[in-house]
């Protein structure tokens, strides 16, 4: 009996610790993986909602995103697709505060954290926001300039992450797979 108890409980163990449900990779968030077709969405996403933009006005403006619910109603990712005829997703902004990076990075984290599990590749600066890219990985940040000290607010200049404040949440998490 104990030889099967034994093998039965490391299973469980073991399937318990690669569930990545609320986990963002390099090739996956959650369910969804790099080579996924749009086509295939409502499939992968079969225990939640995937709602397709289709606004006339929107498709006219190459914003045909979509978004995925959880059963619940919590609005769990946007997805933008490529624009190739067999279309994948190219881009991801995660909604869900769940959703962490293998890092342990995720909604709920600050620029010390993204310092402390990533080496920052570049730190763009646009109107509202700043941009943190990290080098091996598709993943980037996006922090609102309130986060910053008020003379950088309006600031256009480039930013340093010396001037960032460890404390500066992280305002959306972001997946790109241009492919």
Same mark, same amino acid.
């Given at each position: $009996?104990?030889?099967?108890?034994?093998?039965?409980?490391?299973?469980? #163990?073991?399937?318990?610790?690669? !569930?990545?449900?609320?986990?963002? %990779?390099?090739?996956? #968030? %959650?369910?969804?993986?790099?080579? &996924?077709?749009?086509? &295939?969405?409502?499939?992968?996403?079969?225990?939640?909602? #995937?709602?397709?933009?289709?606004?006339?006005?929107?498709?006219?403006?190459? +914003? =045909? @995103?979509?978004?995925?619910?959880?059963?619940?109603?919590?609005?769990? $990712? /946007?997805?933008?697709? +490529?624009? &190739?005829? *067999?279309?994948?997703?190219?881009?991801?902004?995660?909604?869900?505060?769940?959703?962490? +990076?293998?890092?342990? *990075?995720?909604?709920? +984290?600050?620029?010390?954290?993204?310092? =402390?599990?990533?080496?920052?590749?570049?730190?763009?600066?646009?109107?509202?926001?700043?941009? *943190?890219? *990290?080098?091996?990985?598709?993943?980037?940040?996006?922090?609102?300039?309130?986060?910053?000290?008020? =003379?950088? @607010?309006?600031? /256009?200049?480039?930013?340093?992450?010396?001037?960032?404040? !460890?404390?500066?949440?992280?305002?959306?998490? $972001?997946?790109?797979?241009? =492919?």
């Amino acid at each position: $009996m104990k030889k099967i108890v034994t093998p039965l409980l490391l299973l469980l #163990v073991f399937a318990c610790t690669n !569930d990545h449900t609320f986990t963002i %990779g390099n090739d996956y #968030v %959650g369910a969804l993986t790099k080579t &996924d077709k749009v086509a &295939d969405l409502e499939g992968i996403f079969v225990a939640d909602s #995937v709602v397709f933009d289709n606004q006339e006005e929107n498709k006219e403006l190459g +914003s =045909n @995103r979509i978004k995925v619910f959880e059963k619940g109603g919590a609005l769990l $990712m /946007t997805l933008t697709p +490529s624009k &190739d005829s *067999v279309q994948t997703v190219e881009n991801i902004r995660i909604e869900d505060p769940r959703f962490v +990076s293998e890092e342990g *990075v995720g909604l709920e +984290s600050t620029f010390k954290d993204i310092q =402390n599990n990533y080496e920052i590749k570049k730190i763009l600066t646009a109107l509202n926001n700043i941009v *943190v890219t *990290v080098k091996g990985s598709p993943i980037y940040f996006t922090i609102s300039k309130e986060e910053l000290p008020s =003379n950088l @607010r309006f600031s /256009t200049n480039q930013i340093e992450a010396v001037q960032i404040p !460890d404390e500066a949440k992280i305002k959306y998490v $972001m997946v790109s797979w241009d =492919n």
